[in-house]
């Protein structure tokens, strides 16, 4: 399916896509920053994510961000990851313009007050204890990424190294952070939808032409250094079971070997019928469920398996059971059914991934960021050029004992 769309630049600085959809009444606008965890320093953790409540906390202009969106019959939400923070509404297309005027004005200044502040640190922190501590297996993140990361700022999750980064922040910090990277041209706006490209245009021009704030941040991350040694961290924690996870160094996303980790780990574990869950799970009983994935980051990420050991189940021998299959992905032909299955798959999560006109906003600003919002289209073809070698020599290469990371996550149950 080829997704058809415009692109705009304004003369602040802000790319738009737009798309065309006259299969629904609604449209969807997004805005994404190009702001993530990996922009923070490291004394100052925890930004990005703070910032995701602070957008809701009303902007100069408009005190309630909610509140007039909803008489308008929209929704939104937003989330952050390590690259990127990103802001959707879904709402009728004859009331695209409050979606406009609500974004436009929290692009163009926040209301910040130390009361708001407050307010959302309060959030933030409840939530890091919500999710991180008070929730089994919860701090696996906080834990594993300073295993896997030594330099590059992916050592740290969104929410933060230490909460007290967030607890601490002054007003003046907060205000530096928006000052540097919540502005026109460090943003890509998408809209998809049934709407007339050039009344929306000039709805644009209108509501965001003449925001001119500077963009004065040029990013300068240091790249983590070759892995050369294997790293190992035991910890317990009071949970149902043990866990274990085995991580590698991928590649970036702009990568074309992306594409070949990502066959990689859904020939290991892409569904019922995968060979970890039918070797590991059903057949040899040494875990309840048992994955692999890859992060996806923008910069050089991870491949990570996680399973959760069954009783009596050592760490040694859940180990050794991974690498078991991993020899054999490298040793072992790939056979043809097996490769045509993982094509099929990646194929199919292709097309449905851009079903419903918030899911194309979203992922044609992504794919923008990432150079050119026609990758988007372009994707299928790069699974199709992969060969069985190519998966074969990824994981010769890749997947050795001297680049792995091992976090062994004990059950004081299981004592």
């Known amino acids: 399916m080829n997704i058809r769309f415009s ?41 990005a994510h ?30 952050t990851s390590n690259d990127i923070t990103n802001y959707y509404i879904t709402l009728p297309k004859e009331n695209i313009e409050t979606a406009l005027w609500l974004e436009s004005d929290r692009m163009l200044e926040l209301d910040f007050s130390e009361k708001s502040l407050d307010v959302q640190k309060k959030v933030v922190i409840e939530e890091f204890n919500q999710r991180y501590l008070n929730q089994p297996y919860g ?3 906080l834990l594993l990424r300073p295993l896997c990361f030594k330099v590059h700022p992916y050592r740290w999750s969104t929410i933060g190294k230490d909460i007290s980064h967030i607890a601490g922040a002054s007003l003046q910090d ?6 540097g990277f919540y502005n026109p041209a460090n943003a890509i706006l998408s809209i998809s939808g049934n709407i007339d490209e050039e009344i929306l245009l000039e709805l644009l021009e209108k509501w965001f032409g003449d925001i ?3 963009h004065t941040y040029i990013r300068n991350i240091p790249a983590e250094p070759v892995q050369t040694e294997r790293r190992e961290l035991d910890v317990e924690r009071d949970v149902p079971q043990d866990c274990m996870i085995l991580s590698f160094p991928m590649c970036e996303r702009k990568n074309d070997e992306y594409y070949v980790w990502d066959l990689l780990t859904d020939l290991l574990s892409g569904g019922y019928s995968s060979r970890l869950q039918k070797s590991l ?31 009596g189940v050592s760490f040694q021998q859940a180990e050794d059971s991974i690498w078991d299959e991993i020899n054999k992905l490298k040793n072992e032909p790939i056979p043809d059914n097996e490769m045509s299955k993982i094509l099929n798959l990646a194929e199919t999560s292709n097309a449905f991934r851009n ?36 998966i074969q020599k990824l994981a010769s290469d890749n997947l050795i004992v001297d680049r792995s990371s091992v976090l062994r996550y004990a059950s004081t149950k299981s004592k």
């Open 355 to 390: 079903v419903g006109i918030l899911n194309k906003a979203m992922n044609l600003a992504y794919y923008e960021l990432l150079g050119d919002a026609d990758l988007l289209n372009q994707e299928i073809l790069a699974y199709r050029k992969i060969s069985k070698e190519n």
């Open 281 to 311: 799970v059903r057949e040899k009983h040494i875990f309840s469920d048992i994955d692999a994935s890859i992060t996806g980051s923008i910069d050089a990420g991870q491949c990570i398996f996680r399973g959760d050991l069954l009783p």
């Open 7 to 47: 692109r705009h630049i304004l003369s602040n600085g802000l790319r738009v896509i737009i798309q065309h959809d006259n299969s629904t009444p609604l449209v969807a606008v997004n805005v994404l920053y190009d702001v993530g965890a990996r922009d923070e320093q490291p004394e100052l953790t925890g930004f």
């Open 212 to 214: 001119s704030k500077p």
């Open 50 to 79: 703070l910032f995701e409540h602070l957008m809701f906390g009303g902007s100069v202009n408009i005190p309630s961000y909610d509140s007039p969106l909803q008489k308008a019959g929209g929704e939104n939400n937003a989330f």
């Open 139 to 141: 701090d696996i993140s």
């Open 174 to 179: 907060v205000k530096n952070f928006y000052k």
